[in-house]
Antibody, heavy 117, light 112 residues
Framework: QVQLQESGPGLVKPSQTLSLTCTVS??????????WSWIRQHPGKGLEWIGY???????YYSPSLKSRVTISLDTSKNRFSLKLSSVTAADTAVYYC?????????WGQGTLVTVSS | QSVLTQPPSVSGAPGQRVTISCTGS?????????VHWYQQLPGTAPKLLIY???NRPSGVPDRFSGSKSGTSASLAITGLQAEDEADYYC????????????FGGGTKLTVL
């Protein structure tokens, strides 16, 4: 079955760019009608949709983050990536990648990113 | 302030039945978009529990059921077990403001 795994730095300095990668195994990110997604969860809080990229490359971002977010596909390595620029402490959260058809399934295990100097 | 409204917490004794509501509006649930539910056990990633209002993925016990009516949806858990203690989130699509995906604020289920 399809599995997703996030990777990237656990600590990012304020004003820098947060970069995470989600590696997909057990299936191709370029096939099927799926949206490859990023979702985050601030400590002790609920889930916040960041955005997703369709297998064709079309992207959709949360309006609240749109100016700072870029999601891209790397089909050669079967993975997709998140870049969030100009981060502040408010971007400290657990970041999840997930596959979406209409619902999100499966999810990666999540990775904690702390923004601090 | 989440677009979908859930009670912050619910509780029940083992064996009891509890329900968790998810209230939306005419731009999401009321517009006919499906509702999905996720279970997040402590320290773990969310897991799909119910999809398309009332469907259970393989492996999810039939103690969990979902329904939708008007601008709201509900998750019901019968025969409550200690292992059901978790956070539960509803999710739908919203046609306004290019939001696409909306989540409820989450409900903490405590098994007494």
């Amino acid at each position: 079955q399809v599995q997703l795994q996030e990777s990237g730095p656990g600590l990012v300095k304020p004003s820098q760019t947060l970069s995470l990668t989600c590696t997909v195994s057990g299936g191709s990110i370029s096939s099927g009608s799926y949206y490859w997604s990023w979702i985050r969860q601030h400590p002790g809080k609920g889930l916040e949709w960041i955005g997703y990229i369709y297998s064709s490359g079309s992207t959709y971002y949360s309006p609240s983050l749109k100016s700072r977010v870029t999601i891209s596909l790397d089909t050669s390595k079967n993975r997709f990536s998140l870049k969030l620029s100009s981060v502040t402490a408010a971007d400290t959260a657990v970041y999840y990648c997930a596959r979406r058809s209409d619902w999100f399934d499966p999810w990666g295990q999540g990775t904690l990113v702390t923004v601090s100097s | 302030q989440s677009v979908l409204t859930q009670p912050p917490s619910v509780s029940g004794a083992p064996g009891q039945r509890v329900t968790i509501s998810c209230t939306g509006s005419s731009s999401n649930i009321g517009a006919g978009y499906d509702v999905h539910w996720y279970q997040q056990l402590p320290g773990t990633a969310p897991k799909l529990l119910i999809y398309a209002n009332s469907n259970r993925p393989s492996g999810v016990p039939d103690r969990f059921s979902g329904s939708k009516s008007g601008t709201s949806a509900s998750l019901a858990i019968t025969g409550l077990q200690a292992e059901d203690e978790a956070d539960y989130y509803c999710q739908s699509y919203d046609s306004s403001l290019s939001v696409h995906v909306v989540f409820g604020g989450g409900t903490k289920l405590t098994v007494l």
